[in-house]
């Protein structure tokens, strides 16, 4: 073998060397690339599990809060219909009191020609009856001889007098009242007004 063949032999072998290493190092390329992905894939699948571990907590957190509101609305509305029902309870208690006199003064009335007497205990009854009401924030609307307040008073009648001033409540028809400081009913009221000069003058 000549000199030739032993260095194109040598080249030869230096290529399939070089081959093989490009080969093996591809595959080995290849190999990190595929244990990469599959890390990767691993640990998306690991994330998705607990996204949907997440999920189910949440959702049956979800469905607890749901129960629990539900639960909640229902006493409230327990608590809401109590009020109404029994809410005035209290003031009504108090008044029994007030019923029971009344029925005894009737029955008093029935069995008696004391006329004062029965007012007398009427007028007790009254402000009995207007003693408790006070406990629950009622209270009378001042009228007669306050100046005419539109906020307060509803003029029913005028009357022209020329020995008072001009809008001041002379009298009340129907009393009015106030309940915690809130309007409730206005005292329906005669107001005092000038005397027209042209009806003196003509009665002159």
Do not use: C, W
Not at 13 to 42: G, P, V
Not at 57 to 73: C, T, V
Not at 82 to 100: A, H
């Amino acid at each position: 073998m000549d000199i030739k063949d032993e260095k194109e032999k040598e080249q030869r072998f230096t290529k399939e060397n070089e081959d093989t290493e490009i080969k093996t190092e591809q595959k080995h390329e290849e190999h990190k690339k595929k244990k990469k992905k599959d890390e990767q894939l691993e640990e998306l699948t690991r994330q998705l599990q607990e996204k949907e571990e997440t999920i189910k907590s949440l959702q049956e957190r979800l469905l607890y809060l749901q129960a629990d509101f539900e639960n909640f609305k229902k006493l409230k509305n327990k608590e809401k219909q109590d009020l109404l029902k029994f809410g005035n309870e209290v003031l009504i208690k108090e008044l029994l009191p007030v019923i029971d006199n009344l029925e005894r003064a009737l029955d008093h009335s029935s069995k008696t020609d004391d006329y004062k007497g029965i007012h007398e205990g009427v007028n007790l009854v009254l402000n009995e009856f207007l003693r408790v009401l006070e406990r629950a924030g009622l209270s009378r609307v001042e009228a007669v001889g306050k100046k005419f307040d539109p906020n307060l008073h509803e003029a029913f009648y005028q009357e022209e007098r020329d020995d008072v001033e001009p809008d001041i409540v002379l009298s009340e028809l129907q009393k009015g009242y106030m309940l915690n400081g809130r309007l409730i009913r206005p005292a329906m009221v005669t107001v005092s007004k000038k005397p027209d000069i042209n009806v003196q003058k003509e009665k002159e």
